[in-house]
């Protein structure tokens, strides 16, 4: 069979060789020898290249072509085919189909899981199904050439299907697309496909290694199948994956970036909109844990909070009960709104000397209700009492002079003197 022959000529010819595929091994490549050269000179005949419904036209189809041969070489009729199942393209074929459907399903519900145990199990069975199946395809060819798929009716109408699609397609832009967006192509299969074949199994810290090492390896393959067209059978499935996976990558990675800038920005330019999470309480942006009262003269005190509506202010308890239930499952944190709570610690023993000894194995849990901060300094806040003033004392009433009269003895009309009684 002549090589140099492509597209729609080559494919013609794999035909009608499976069509006289009964005759002795010697002749049959004397006939084809003939043909390709037949071919050669139809092909010259049209101003571009011709597709496979164009032939179809001009020549026949391909067992009629075969027909025709046949009554001209004086080779007999064939009158049987071999059995469905030795048929090495229709088996080829089948194997293909479940490569290129059944293991791509397994590996986009892996893909659209979320990741975890499910996300690697199927992802497991996905690639498993699509290699498993890409190789008894291969081996089933039997050492024939691939393109004997196509002679198989499944294989033609895909055929033509996939032509008439193409024709759809100026030249101009068909040839675009095969210089230039075919290694595009090469290079994003292959580094969204390692890349995500990482993080599909939770390694995302040499996800870029193996985006790297992917797209390598997708060129490395796509100039491989160019050469040996068995390698269609693990490329065509795997590209049924990357058709999925690049896009929804790319959009998942642009959104992600846009999304990213938006909060940026928002958080930027409207902190006067920000919304406080629904449970727990926060102070300039931080979660509060605990709260440390303390009165006037900076003694610590314990309190109750409550609200405006008088609803209790409560947190989590930390407290060394509260966290050996958690640890054993037995209950949920409990709350309270009694403030300093007591915070579950566990100190390093030491001796009477104050030295490090060597830790129980069993860790010895310890409330405390000491902050973890040095306590403020409050000035005296206390109100200095005001002294009573004293009342001034009651000034003494000035007596009334009372009279007091001595007569002068000896001394006849003598006058009285008044003095007044001290």
């Not at 010819?13 to 499976?18: C, G, T, W």
């Not at 409330?367 to 109100?383: E, G, H, R, V, Y």
Request: aromatic share 10%; glycine share 10%; proline share 11%.
């Amino acid at each position: 069979m002549n090589s140099t022959l492509t597209g729609a000529v080559a494919m013609y010819l794999s035909q009608v060789r499976a069509e006289l595929s009964d005759l002795p091994p010697g002749e049959l490549a004397d006939v084809l020898e003939d043909v390709s050269g037949h071919l050669t000179e139809v092909a010259a005949e049209f101003d571009s290249e011709p597709t496979i419904t164009a032939l179809h036209e001009r020549l026949g189809t391909p067992r009629q072509y075969a027909d025709e041969l046949r009554t001209a070489a004086g080779y007999p009729p064939r009158t049987t085919k071999p059995p469905a199942d030795q048929n090495p393209a229709k088996k080829s074929l089948r194997w293909g189909l479940i490569a290129a459907l059944v293991g791509p399903f397994f590996v986009m519900i892996a893909v659209f899981s979320g990741g975890g145990g499910v996300s690697a199990f199927f992802g497991f069975v996905g690639f498993v199904i699509l290699f498993g199946a890409a190789y008894f395809g291969v081996k089933a060819l039997r050492g024939n050439d691939p393109r004997i798929v196509l002679d198989t009716p499944q294989g033609q109408r895909g055929e033509r299907a996939i032509r008439d699609l193409l024709d759809q397609i100026p030249p101009n832009l068909r040839k675009e697309l095969v210089t230039i967006g075919q290694p595009v192509w090469w290079v994003l299969r292959g580094a969204v496909g390692g890349g995500g074949f990482f993080l599909l199994f939770g390694a995302g810290a040499v996800a870029v290694v193996g985006a790297i090492a992917g797209a390598i390896v997708s060129v490395w393959v796509a100039r491989r199948t160019q050469q040996d067209h068995r390698w269609l059978w693990y490329v065509v499935p795997l590209n049924v994956v990357a058709a999925i996976a690049v896009p929804a990558f790319l959009s998942a990675a642009f959104l992600g970036a846009y999304s990213g800038v938006f909060d940026r920005d928002y958080n930027n330019n409207s902190n006067s909109n920000y919304n406080p999470p629904e449970q727990g309480l926060t102070w300039n942006g931080k979660d509060v844990s605990n709260i440390y009262p303390f009165d006037a003269q900076g003694k610590q005190i314990s309190v109750a909070l409550y609200t405006q509506d008088g609803e209790a202010i409560t947190l989590p308890l930390q407290d060394c009960l509260t966290e050996n239930n958690s640890n054993n499952n037995n209950a949920s944190p409990g709350n309270s709104n009694i403030f300093p709570h007591p915070i579950a610690t566990y100190p390093t023993p030491t001796d009477e000397t104050g030295t490090e000894t060597e830790p129980p194995a069993e860790p010895v849990c310890t409330d405390n209700s000491k902050p973890p901060f040095a306590p403020p300094q409050f000035p005296n806040l206390t109100p200095t009492p005001t002294p009573t003033p004293t009342p001034p004392a009651a000034s003494k009433p000035i007596p009334t002079p009372t009279p007091s009269v001595k007569p002068t003895a000896g001394k006849p009309g003598a006058t009285l003197t008044v003095q007044p009684t001290r």
